[in-house]
T-cell receptor
Framework: GQQLNQSPQSMFIQEGEDVSMNCTSS?????WLWYKQDPGEGPVLLIA?????ELTSNGRLTAQFGITRKDSFLNISASIPSDVGIYFC???????????FGDGTTLTVKP | GAVVSQHPSRVICKSGTSVKIECRSL??????MFWYRQFPKQSLMLMAT?????????EQGVEKDKFLINHASLTLSTLTVTSAHPEDSSFYIC????????????FGDGTRLSIL
């Protein structure tokens, strides 16, 4: 089946630093999604990307849908302590509604 | 934005008890709902896909008689963990989607299940 490789697995950064994480796949996806999960809660959708090459921002977050449709990245600028959590990428293919999820990137921000 | 409500948020019960978890889409009609299980510091593990009015599709290795799923309406799906044992203790999360070609899943806040 389809699989996503998400990296890095974890990151430890200083407050104010920029962060970058990415997902790659051997399969093509029609939609790329980025979620954030706070401890003890469900994932929340941050950004949805619908076209190859699309670059979308949401506040300090920026994500891009790769031209090949097999990858996506998420950048967080000027990190703050509340950015702590697990970030998941997800791809939507032809199986309507059913996303394939990456294994997550755990972000720790030191004040 | 789309809102999915999951209840209860936390359950502590004795071994052998059956536990029901509800997942509701509050502001849209969800043709498809998903149930996930998540162990500490691990990714989301899909358990089953639930389509309104039909039987759920379970992932390999998930016991359908152990984890009963009902999706009786476009806004409600339930997961019942039957005769729960300590190894069933976990974080269970539901999600809902319109199941159109590019519609993302929206997640509930999860249920922390602890079996004593």
């Amino acid at each position: 089946g389809q699989q996503l490789n998400q990296s890095p697995q974890s990151m430890f950064i200083q407050e104010g630093e920029d962060v970058s994480m990415n997902c790659t796949s051997s399969s093509i996806f029609n939609t790329w999604l980025w979620y954030k999960q706070d401890p003890g809660e469900g994932p929340v959708l941050l950004i949805a990307l619908y076209k190859a090459g699309e670059l979308t921002s949401n506040g300090r977050l920026t994500a891009q849908f790769g031209i090949t449709r097999k990858d996506s990245f998420l950048n967080i600028s000027a990190s703050i302590p509340s950015d702590v959590g697990i970030y998941f990428c997800a791809g939507l293919g032809t199986n309507a509604g059913k996303s394939t999820f990456g294994d997550g990137t755990t972000l720790t921000v030191k004040p | 934005g789309a809102v999915v409500s999951q209840h209860p948020s936390r359950v502590i019960c004795k071994s052998g008890t059956s536990v029901k978890i509800e997942c509701r889409s509050l502001d849209f009609q969800a043709t498809t709902m998903f149930w996930y299980r998540q162990f500490p510091k691990q990714s989301l593990m899909l358990m089953a896909t639930s389509n309104e009015g039909s039987k759920a599709t379970y992932e390999q290795g998930v016991e359908k008689d152990k984890f009963l799923i009902n999706h009786a309406s476009l806004t409600l799906s339930t997961l019942t963990v039957t005769s729960a044992h300590p190894e069933d203790s976990s974080f269970y999360i539901c999600s809902a989607t319109l199941a159109l070609s590019n519609q993302p899943q929206h997640f509930g806040d999860g249920t922390r299940l602890s079996i004593l």
